[in-house]
């Protein structure tokens, strides 16, 4: 199992917040991306994804799902999303 990696997720769009959490799942082409809350009991999971795109020189990626856009920054190690696949 990876080490943890603490995120920062947006969803973009109207009425977006801020999820905050530890990684659980790198984001891969057909899976689903999950992050863990603080108080280790609760999960926000997205739908499958469709692609990812790395802004270049930082650790932001932006996350598109089946019905969502997503900003995923990076605020733990940085290693563990290096596997991420795009589409």
Do not use: W
Not at 10 to 15: A, S
């Amino acid at each position: 199992m990876p080490a943890a990696v603490n995120v920062v997720l947006v969803k973009l769009g109207r009425g977006s917040r801020a999820i905050v959490g530890r990684l659980v799942r790198t984001p891969r082409k057909g899976s689903v991306v999950v992050i863990e809350f603080s108080d280790g009991m609760h999960e926000y999971v997205t739908t499958p994804v469709k692609r990812v795109l790395r802004v270049c020189g930082r650790d932001t990626f932006y996350i598109e799902t089946a019905n969502s856009r997503y900003r995923l920054e990076l605020r733990g190690k940085v290693r563990e999303l290096e596997g991420a696949q795009s589409g």
